[in-house]
């Protein structure tokens, strides 16, 4: 059944005032880099909460919004998923991953150790549901969940914080320990937090713009 349409209430601003708010979002984007070594500092549950609601605002399939947020800031459930998470990573990095995989990974310098799911105050854990939870289908469900960690992702970097979108392979240990029902599956792991003092980041360059992206005026 068609739903009633509303009026928008757009807020327009001028060619040279949009202009000036996209070269001001790149040149903040491009300071966003994933990081790998969080500081203990506390941040707020109420600044999770919002971070959380942006990404719940992310277009989906037939806005079924096919995903749950699950944040963890309790110190046993951060132990208990790190210790699982670094059984796989241990299995990943000593013979699962191949040897060309492994080769790509080198430059980022990880490996099976991830002390940030512990030290970072917060994790959050995506699931994408791959059925609604009234049984119904939900549409383009690995989009969807990608747009809405996208929004989280990007939202964490507006608000001064920082996080990492680690993907423990298998991670189906995450719904165990967090009692998920059978129509969520894991999809990524972001801690989020301030970094640590003397956080560094491997030196990685973007592609040049001009290898991404085409134009046809
Ligand atoms: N899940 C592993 C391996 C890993 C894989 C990719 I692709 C990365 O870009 C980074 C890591 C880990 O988190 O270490």
Same mark, same amino acid.
């Given at each position: ?61 037939? /806005? ?5 947020? *699950?944040? %963890?800031?309790?110190?046993? @459930?951060?132990?208990? #998923?790190?210790? $699982? ?52 289908? /939900? ?5 969807? *969940?990608? %747009?809405?960690?996208?929004? @989280?992702?990007?939202? #964490?970097?507006? $608000?001064?914080?920082v996080t ?34 003397d956080a ?18």
């Amino acid at each position: 059944m068609k739903e009633e349409h509303i009026p928008y209430g757009f807020e327009k601003c001028s060619s040279a005032e949009v202009e000036a708010k996209a070269g001001a979002l790149l040149n903040s984007m491009q300071k966003r880099r994933s990081l790998r070594f969080f500081s203990e500092e506390d941040v707020s549950k109420q600044t999770i909460a919002d971070l959380l609601n942006v990404a719940s605002s992310a277009p989906s399939g037939a /806005n079924k919004q096919p995903w749950t947020f *699950v944040a %963890i800031s309790n110190v046993e @459930l951060k132990k208990r #998923i790190r210790e $699982a998470a670094e059984k796989e990573e241990q299995q990943f990095y000593g013979g699962r991953a191949s040897d060309t995989w492994l080769a790509d990974l080198a430059p980022l310098g990880t490996d099976w150790q991830k002390p940030f799911i512990e030290t970072a105050p917060w994790i959050v854990v995506v699931f994408r549901k791959t059925l609604d939870d009234d049984g119904s289908k /939900n549409y383009y469900v690995q989009e969807s *969940v990608g %747009i809405a960690c996208g929004f @989280l992702i990007s939202a #964490i970097h507006q $608000a001064g914080l920082v996080t990492l979108t680690h993907t423990p392979s298998p991670m189906n240990f995450l719904s165990e320990i967090l009692k998920r029902p059978a129509n969520e599956k894991p999809y990524l792991l972001l801690p989020i937090g301030f970094p640590a003092a003397d956080a560094t980041v491997p030196n990685i360059k973007k592609k040049d713009s001009s290898e991404v992206i085409f134009y046809f005026e």
